[in-house]
């Protein structure tokens, strides 16, 4: 199957939809799995395993079916796909296996990580992050006369500590209820919405791409000051983008065609991250936090995803969805 110009590599003609599905056994092979090319963000840890390679093709041929038609209608035929979920869920690992099988039915496609797109590095968005549940747990206590005594070097204490954020703590110190409460209500105000995020830039770059740009150039990010840069990218020869991306089937991002939802819950989420160990404060209280706000956040953009996806592999329909998570809570 070849539905490219051989000079240019662009897609000259109509994609035959059938004739894909009735070729996808024979690229399901993978001699190795450390050969796929993943994502563009920097040092990120990515495993491909098994079952990240069975929910991948339970995916594929229901990806293709909304894809094709999209393709074909586009006048550069390019399209965008965005692959989200929890933290954990295997967003990398599929959304890199999804465009190793686009590229072998010669769809070319390039995975992009959204995690290059905070307006801060990772240490100082973590900072960030910790500094407004702070700040707005301490006006909460102000507003509601509770920051009197000796609670505010109580308080120094537990945060010191990381457990101002622990709702453990809150039978021994009543009034904590209140800082936790608004200091959430503020860190909700902030996760995965254009104060954390520069959505218009990854807005822009799917614009570009999908008006037909050759090359464009993408943000990379690391861990430290020095770690910032940008790469021309060469799309010429690309049609698809897929984004993997916690905040991917984010409001505020314009342009993504597919939307696929990577489902699981709070707790299957911390497990993996654990077992990855990711960061240190892994466990900590405010990293559930985080986690249980992310959530939340996903369950209310899921009714937009065009295909939801169990950590099974099961392919939920919106109400089947929203039932399991309401089971789970």
């Not at 006048?75 to 959304?95: D, F, T």
């Not at 597919?258 to 993996?272: A, D, F, G, K």
Request: charged fraction near 25%; proline fraction near 4%; include cysteine.
């Amino acid at each position: 199957m070849n539905f490219k110009d051989n000079e240019t590599g662009r897609l000259n003609r109509v994609i035959d939809l059938e004739s894909i599905l009735e070729n996808l056994s024979g690229i399901y092979n993978i001699d190795d799995t450390e050969n796929i090319p993943k994502g563009d963000m920097p040092g990120d840890k990515i495993k491909i395993g098994e079952s990240h390679i069975k929910k991948a093709q339970i995916i594929l041929p229901r990806l293709l079916k909304m894809l094709v038609p999209i393709l074909n209608e586009n006048p550069n035929k390019r399209a965008v796909v965005a692959v989200c979920g929890g933290s954990g869920v295997g967003k990398s690992e599929i959304a890199s296996l999804l465009s190793y099988y686009l590229n072998k039915l010669n769809i070319g496609s390039y995975t992009l990580s959204g995690d290059n797109y905070p307006h801060r590095i990772p240490k100082y968005n973590d900072a960030e992050r910790l500094r407004v549940f702070r700040q707005w747990g301490l006006k909460g206590l102000i507003a509601g006369g509770e920051y009197i005594g000796d609670r505010p070097q109580i308080l120094m204490e537990l945060q010191k500590e990381n457990q101002d954020s622990n709702p453990e703590l809150v039978n021994k110190y009543p009034w904590l209820a209140i800082y936790q409460r608004s200091g959430r209500s503020g860190l909700k105000n902030y996760l995965g919405t254009s104060n954390e995020i520069n959505f218009d830039e990854i807005s822009g770059i799917i614009s570009q791409f999908k008006n037909g740009a050759d090359s464009i150039y993408l943000r990379r990010m690391g861990r430290e000051e020095s770690e910032l840069w940008y790469e021309a990218v060469d799309f010429m020869d690309k049609n698809v983008i897929i984004i993997e991306w916690t905040h991917s089937n984010n409001d505020n991002l314009l342009g993504v065609d597919i939307p696929i939802l990577l489902n699981s819950t709070p707790q299957e989420t911390l497990e993996h991250r654990r077992a990855r160990n990711r960061d240190g404060a892994v466990d900590s209280p405010f990293t559930m936090m985080v986690l249980e706000i992310e959530q939340k956040l996903l369950i209310s953009q899921a009714a937009k995803a065009k295909l939801i996806v169990s950590k099974s592999g099961d392919i939920l329909s919106y109400e089947e969805f929203i039932n399991v998570m309401v089971k789970q809570q």
